[in-house]
């Protein structure tokens, strides 16, 4: 099993741009997250999805759009890049289970100029 | 929403001595308490995790406590190596996606 995948691992974009991340699990888990990480800031939850066709906003959605149309795919839109944007990505998925374990891609590092 | 408290930020340490991190939590209907360990330039990785309905519990050198009253879990780790280096999220949440503490980076000094 690939695990959690993410493309690309880096990406500089111009204020204003647009552009998906993507992130993929051949685990077949129902959930799947995307989170921001910041210095001194965690990891803070954008968006999320119990299964396919459902997504929610996490505590930071605002400039992020989701969809989730398979299980497997659950890519991440920047509408129009801010420098704010500027952070290190990570996708997430995990098993409805009795196991709650959150398996991490390997992020995506992305600045906005 | 669920809201988790972790401290301290940073924490250094000699090598063999013991290092603990504390966090708190707010919702009361959290569950499930997770501990990742991140190196540098890595993923997030779970180390250890502990249940409300267990007080504490051992991997080798990693210990996780948990007070369901207070609303605080710890996680200790025992004869620190370099190796141990990094930074650790706690977590708490329910059936769904947890919430995620701040982080601590534990720097071991050899």
């Known amino acids: 099993n690939a695990g959690v995948t993410q493309t690309p691992k880096f990406q500089v974009l111009k204020t204003g741009q647009s552009m998906t991340l993507q992130c993929a699990q051949d685990?077949?888990?129902?959930?799947m997250s995307w989170y921001r990480q910041d210095p001194g800031m965690g990891l803070r939850l954008i968006h999320y999805s119990v299964g396919a066709g459902i997504t929610d906003q996490g505590e930071v959605p605002n400039g992020y759009n989701v969809s989730r149309s398979t299980t497997e795919d659950f890519p991440l839109r920047l509408l129009s890049a801010a420098p704010s944007q500027t952070s290190v990505y990570f996708c997430?998925?995990?098993?409805?289970?009795?196991?709650?374990?959150?398996?991490f891609g390997p992020g995506t590092r992305l600045t906005v100029l | 929403g669920e809201n988790v408290e972790q401290h301290p930020s940073t924490l250094s340490v000699q090598e063999g001595d013991s290092a603990v991190i504390k966090c708190t939590y707010s919702d009361s209907a959290s569950n499930y308490f997770p501990w990742y360990k991140q190196e540098l330039g890595k993923r997030p990785q779970l180390i250890i995790d502990?249940?409300?309905?267990?007080g504490e519990k051992k991997d080798q050198r990693i210990a996780v406590t948990l007070n369901k009253t207070a609303k605080h879990f710890s996680l200790h780790i025992t004869e620190t190596q370099p190796e141990d280096s990094a930074v650790y999220f706690c977590?708490?949440?329910?059936?769904?996606?947890?919430?995620f503490g701040r982080g601590t980076s534990l720097i071991v000094h050899p």
């Open positions: 997430a998925s995990s098993y409805s289970g009795t196991s709650n374990e959150q398996f």
């Open positions: 502990i249940r409300s309905n267990v």
């Open positions: 685990m077949n888990h129902e959930y």
């Open positions: 977590a708490a949440g329910g059936s769904y996606i947890p919430t």
